[in-house]
């Protein structure tokens, strides 16, 4: 059989690659069936509008940029079991596909994830720990894999390059009556783009009678593409917010006052269906005109200043959590999420506000998936609410059998013992009352250790909006736009760690200047890409940005008991959007690609006469 294959001549024929959406548009085979919404008669409404505006809106795709780079490191174990350490966002997808691709049952994978460098999404898909699992299984021997910086730039999933069109209808009164669009996403070599994400969120932020969004999954000679921090969402806003701000701009209407007078609140039904619970549209447009950056006048030459919102669902879905209390009175918190953004420390806040101890007396930690039970992946902005109700949930646990205990120890009913603030007391003995610690030491003596645990699959998650204004100045000769000052608002429900919302969303904003600005991939004639390093690939530093302030508005999600909302991925949704709209206010002329580069910039204005 050998000998036979080494006789085999193959003969390759090379394919001119399809790397522009465009172009793959234009060739109908590339484009999968649409993914059609729609609610009232957009198309009459359009028509029979006072006001009408049409766009056609393109984006490049952008990395994650993640500083860590993927990894997976095996470990052959005692009966042909074994332990995979790595960079992941979905530990139990990792077990899940190892034991798929070796045979092997799901017990027999261990897969632990301490730490990462990063994620953003792009830690979502599997890469290199079957291939790893495989290689170790056959040696017997660690076998260690990590992708260098130009393989996962060239080889892993960036987000969507996008080609989309927008419609909407207005009145005079400033009523948008009708919106449409046509997005068309690139999927990369296989089918599978976030398409569908992005026709249910680009007019999420609005209440409108009339709307239709359809999708296109568009298949390019590219890396298959991954989700990205609100996966469709940024590059849907960045299309719908641009016609909503050229709507205003005609009807000679304040930006913010024009979407206050058209936002979707409690009861508002969105294109795809759900009708609004409680939610923080309003009060984040009106904590943006009440800023100190919207209210302070923009003065000098070549400034300007853009507005736009942003929405991401949330979402829920499964997880675990389990919680021993230590003698000393401490607690030790097991939980299943990978921590990418400070979740470790609003998880632990949560089961310490259940129990009346103090948060530095939680000592959370991630377990491996031999040690906790399912959890769904780190993204979705469902951590702090998913895993914190998990934790809710052990914590009402250990409390209640911290009352059994007392009333064991008391020869009292449960039912005659209450816990409150951290103290277990008597309802009609003062005398009898003990602390958590006080408790705490006495269990080993009076049944054994207390241990909490819980599995939740929750609803309620409660959506995610932002708003955000960007300021910014444009060098006349050059084309080159700094931004000078920048604002964030976004509704985070309950800000259980402000610093670390306050770090989402800046983060989120940062990202998404760099997209507007920065950011894009180079390609030659035969695919493959030019500028695959740190070096090459421009991403803003602190030197290129101001100060980040945010507006923490917190209207409280009922679907959780402290009132939480996911706030890791609205934040990336408005700023592409915000410095589009400024930079029209700067030069006059309205970008509607990015990334919004000094050559676009001096050739918008050398078709329209200036210099």
């Known amino acids: 059989a050998f000998a036979a294959a080494r006789e085999v001549a193959v003969a390759y024929e090379k394919l001119t690659p399809v790397l522009d959406i465009q172009d793959a548009l234009d060739k109908k085979q590339y484009t999968y069936p649409a993914q059609e919404i729609s609610r009232g008669d957009c198309a009459g409404a359009i028509a029979g509008a006072t006001h009408r505006l049409a766009g056609e809106i393109s984006c490049g795709g952008q990395d994650h940029f993640y500083l860590e780079c993927h990894i997976a490191l095996v470990v052959p174990t005692e009966d ?3 332990m995979v350490y790595s960079s992941t966002q979905h530990p139990t997808e990792i077990q899940h596909k190892v034991a798929d691709a070796l045979g092997l049952p799901m017990s027999a994978v261990k897969v632990e994830c301490r730490r990462m460098g990063g994620g953003f999404g792009g830690k979502i898909p599997v890469y290199l720990e079957p291939v790893a699992a495989l290689l170790s299984k056959k040696t017997g021997k660690t076998v260690k894999m990590t992708m260098t910086r130009a393989e996962t730039f060239e080889s892993t999933g960036p987000t969507s390059g996008t080609f989309m069109k927008v419609k909407m209808g207005a009145t005079n009164d400033g009523k948008i009556t009708a919106a449409q669009c046509n997005l068309s996403f690139e999927a990369g070599g296989f089918p599978g783009s976030m398409v569908g994400a992005g026709t249910q969120c680009i007019f999420a932020p609005y209440d409108i009678e009339n709307m239709q969004a359809d999708g296109y999954d568009v298949l390019v000679n590219k890396p298959k593409v991954a989700p990205y921090r609100a996966p469709a969402a940024p590059n849907a806003a960045f299309a719908g917010e641009q016609v909503v701000d050229e709507l205003a701009q005609k009807l000679n209407i304040d930006p913010l006052e024009f979407r206050l007078m058209n936002a979707a609140k409690e009861g508002t039904r969105r294109v795809d269906g759900p009708i609004y619970p409680v939610i923080g549209n309003v009060e984040c447009l009106e904590a943006a005109k009440d800023s100190a950056q919207y209210k302070t006048e923009l003065k000098g030459p070549c400034r300007g200043r853009g507005v736009a919102t942003g929405f991401w669902f949330n979402i829920g879905f499964q997880s675990s959590c389990s919680i021993s209390v230590n003698a000393d009175g401490t607690i030790s918190l097991v939980e299943g999420s990978t921590d990418i953004g400070g979740t470790r420390a609003s998880i632990a806040m949560q089961a310490a506000e259940v129990l009346g101890i103090p948060a530095e007396d939680v000592h959370p930690s991630v377990a491996d998936t031999d040690s906790i039970g399912y959890t769904f992946i780190t993204g979705g902005s469902r951590t702090s609410f998913a895993t914190g109700l998990a934790a809710i949930s052990a914590a009402e646990d250990v409390k209640q059998q911290m009352i059994s205990r007392a009333a064991k120890i008391w020869d009292a009913s449960e039912d005659d013992i209450e816990f409150v603030a951290g103290m277990i007391s008597h309802k009609s003995d003062e005398a009898l009352k003990l602390s958590f610690k006080d408790l705490a030491r006495q269990t080993a003596s009076t049944g054994g250790s207390i241990s909490g645990r819980s599995s939740v699959d929750p609803t309620g998650e ?12 444009v060098d006349q000769e050059t084309g080159k736009t700094d931004v000078t000052r920048f604002t964030a608002i976004q509704d985070a429900g309950k800000a259980v760690h402000p610093s670390y919302v306050e770090g989402q969303m800046q983060g989120g904003a940062v990202q998404g200047i ?19 390093s740190f070096l090459d690939y421009r991403m803003p530093t602190a030197l290129d940005l101001p100060m980040i302030d945010t507006v923490i508005v917190e209207v409280a999600n009922p679907g959780h008991p402290y009132g939480v909302r996911g706030v890791g991925e609205a934040s990336i949704c408005p700023p592409m959007a915000a410095v589009a709209n400024a930079v029209t206010g700067a030069t006059g002329h309205r970008i509607l690609s990015l990334p919004i580069t000094p050559g676009k910039i001096l050739e918008a204005g050398w078709e329209n006469g200036k210099s």
């Open 462 to 473: 409660g959506n995610g909006h932002a708003v955000h204004i960007a300021d910014v100045v």
């Open 80 to 82: 042909n079991d074994m």
């Open 514 to 532: 760099g997209w507007a600005l920065n950011e894009e991939y180079f390609f030659d004639d035969t695919g493959k890409m030019l500028n695959s």
